[in-house]
């Protein structure tokens, strides 16, 4: 009997060991499978954030990004990119040839993954006024080498073309009118030096005619460094009261006689109580370039008028209009730049540096006010800017 106890006991020991045994393993299996959830969450919540700093990265760049995935359609896009193709709509999942109207991006994508990587690529896309662009892309790799996409980076070059295409037509332009007077003036100083000063006619036409063109290299250096100051902010203007009827009185008064030249009648318009807050010095300089291109540029026996209105009580909209020729739809929009031309060879035999304008839109500019141009071929031109006005009580 006593027997049977102690073997009853001991299986009964035997069995509670057991299931001790297998609680504590089922504890630790229960242990170890949530350690392992946990490595698992904080790795995919590192992989989450890793993404987002690199989207964020993506995002914040001032060039336009474009990421595809291994089947050439978009996975992402740039802000940057956005706004450089004027994009609107979702584009994710969409294959990239109609994603963006870029010519021939799906055979640049392939050739990307074919060579590994591709730079500098110059592309202008079609449009009015179009754009170039230069990209650089590079394909990504698993670390098992298989595709996971390609990255694609665009830099606009537009403007930096559109820079170095005025600094061109500035060196040819500037190298033109300064060849054209110093050559004349060194021909006419020679000629005198071997004799011709003798004949006092001869000598007094002679001279005459350097004094113009020295004249004329003293406008282009006069030009050269207004449009530097007023570009790098360096001229203060000296706004006052001012009656805008006497400054475009006196311009025409000194441009009158150039106008009879051509037969050209000059007409101020101006009210003579309309007062703006101006430099006067400056807006003469503003009148004056206007005037004189419309002189030259107006129809000989035609007619130049300068007026003004009140926009409201702090506005004024002054203009400059001619009966000349006209100006070409695609000229109005890049005629205030610098050293811009219509007719390059008109222009040049009418002298000048092709700055005018670009010194009359910075000087309005200075001013709080803006500068446009409306025109129609064959019934001339009207160049509007805008001026703070003085008010009733003079402030």
């Known amino acids: 009997m006593w027997l049977t106890i102690a073997v009853g006991g001991v299986s009964l020991g035997l069995v509670a060991w057991m299931v001790h045994r297998e609680q504590v393993t089922l504890q630790r299996l229960r242990e170890a499978s949530l350690r392992l959830a946990e490595l698992k969450t904080q790795r995919h919540l590192e992989l989450v954030e890793e993404q987002s700093k690199q989207q964020a990265l993506l995002d914040s760049m001032v ?9 050439g359609r978009v996975k992402h896009m740039n802000p940057a990119l956005v706004r450089l193709f004027g994009l609107s709509g979702e584009k994710r999942g969409i294959a990239v040839a109609e994603a963006l109207p870029v010519p021939g991006l799906s055979e640049l994508a392939a050739r990307t993954v074919q060579q590994g990587r591709l730079t500098d690529q110059e592309v202008e896309l079609p449009g009015d006024p179009g754009k170039i662009l230069q990209i650089n892309a590079v394909a990504l790799r698993d670390p098992d080498r298989m595709l996971a996409g390609t ?4 830099h606009d070059l537009t403007q930096h073309k559109r820079l170095a295409e005025q600094r061109r037509e500035f060196v040819a332009n500037v190298s033109h009118e300064l060849r054209t007077p110093l050559s004349l003036i060194k021909g006419y100083t020679e000629t005198l030096l071997a004799g011709a000063k003798e004949d006092p006619d001869t000598a007094t036409r002679f ?26 902010g360096q001229v203060i203007m000296n706004l006052q009261p001012t009656a805008l009827h006497e400054v475009v009185a006196q311009v025409l008064e000194d441009l009158k006689a150039k106008a009879a030249e051509r037969g050209t009648e000059l007409r101020n318009e101006v009210a003579q109580t309309l007062r703006i807050h101006g430099d006067g010095d400056r807006l003469q300089q503003v009148i004056s370039n206007l005037v004189d291109n419309a002189i030259k540029y107006g129809r000989p026996g035609g007619r130049v008028v300068v007026g003004a209105r009140s926009l409201h009580e702090d506005i004024v909209e002054a203009w400059v209009a001619d009966d000349g020729l006209g100006i070409p739809m695609e000229a109005r929009e890049r005629i205030f730049e610098r050293f811009y031309r219509i007719d390059k060879g008109r222009s040049r035999e009418q002298g000048g540096t092709g700055l005018g304008l670009s010194i009359v839109k910075h000087i309005v500019h200075a001013h709080g006010g803006e500068v446009r141009v409306e025109s129609e071929p064959g019934r001339g031109s009207c160049f509007y800017f805008t001026l703070p006005r003085v008010n009733e009580s003079g402030d």
């Not at 990255?151 to 665009?154: K, M, P």
Request: hydrophobic share 50%.
């Open 63 to 71: 060039e336009g990004v474009l990421l595809l995935d291994p089947q």
């Open 151 to 154: 990255l694609f980076v665009f």
């Open 207 to 232: 001279l005459q005619i350097i004094d113009k063109h020295a004249d004329r290299l003293t406008f282009l250096i006069e030009d050269l460094l207004t449009i530097s100051k007023l570009e790098s």
